[in-house]
């Protein structure tokens, strides 16, 4: 995240989003077994699994962050048919807070 900011033009901007799975984010880089990997994050090359601490892990790394629950834009019925999650699938927009 420090590096997205660090490399963000002074005026630019950037559309984030993840997968919110978890209360808090859980990371863990020394696990290194991919069985391991794909048990706790679900995949055997990520090393960490967002919570709903996201937006300020993105404030930390130097974003100013508005949440946009794009979703609301959408029934029910379309959001199955595009596999998304109606608790997890918001956009984050953020802008830069500081410079580097």
């Known amino acids: 995240m420090q590096e997205l900011a660090r490399v963000i033009h002074p005026k630019g901007w950037a559309i ?21 990997r794909e048990r706790l994050f679900g995949q055997a090359d990520h090393v ?15 974003f100013n962050v508005k949440i946009i629950p794009f979703l609301e834009q959408f029934e029910n019925e379309d ?12 956009i984050y927009f953020c802008t830069l807070s500081k410079f580097f």
């Open 16 to 36: 984030l989003q993840v997968p919110i799975d978890a209360e808090q984010t859980f990371e863990d880089p020394n696990i290194t077994d991919h069985q391991e």
């Open 79 to 90: 959001r199955c048919r595009y596999g998304l999650n109606i608790t997890k699938d918001d």
């Open 48 to 62: 960490r699994v967002y919570g709903y601490d996201y937006k300020e892990r993105l404030e930390e790394a130097g």
